[in-house]
Nanobody, 114 residues
Framework: EVHLEESGGGLVQPGESLRLSCVVS????????MSWLRQAPGKGLEWIAL???????DYLDSVKGRFTVSRDLYKNTLYLQMNALRPEDTAVYYC????????RGQGTQVTVSS
């Protein structure tokens, strides 16, 4: 059974940075495309970043140039480096084994506020 555990969220001011982590177990991490999604208050789940098994990445336009997704195969961990955070980035962030978020962790809260 796949288990995903996100961490690293918190309260930051606009313009600051955070790095989220997602520890993956119960699957062959190296063989999985992985995604980050988020859910803002009162809104639906939104895909924001993909890291594929070949090392390629893709991003939602609104986070391109600010967010970077990466993985450490030795630590079975997926990362999301978030820079220049904005209030509209406030959401619960999830990692997932699919772009729709059908299999995801419990999430980590990111709040961007002055």
């Amino acid at each position: 059974e796949v288990h995903l555990e996100e961490s690293g969220g918190g309260l930051v001011q606009p313009g600051e940075s955070l790095r989220l982590s997602c520890v993956v177990s119960g699957t062959t991490f190296a063989h999985r495309d992985m995604s980050w999604l988020r859910q803002a208050p009162g809104k639906g789940l939104e895909w924001i970043a993909l890291h594929n098994t070949g090392g390629g990445t893709d991003y939602l336009d609104s986070v391109k140039g600010r967010f970077t997704v990466s993985r450490d195969l030795y630590k079975n961990t997926l990362y999301l480096q978030m820079n220049a955070l904005r209030p509209e980035d406030t959401a619960v962030y999830y990692c997932s084994t699919d772009i729709d978020g059908n299999v995801r962790g419990q999430g980590t809260q990111v709040t961007v506020s002055s």
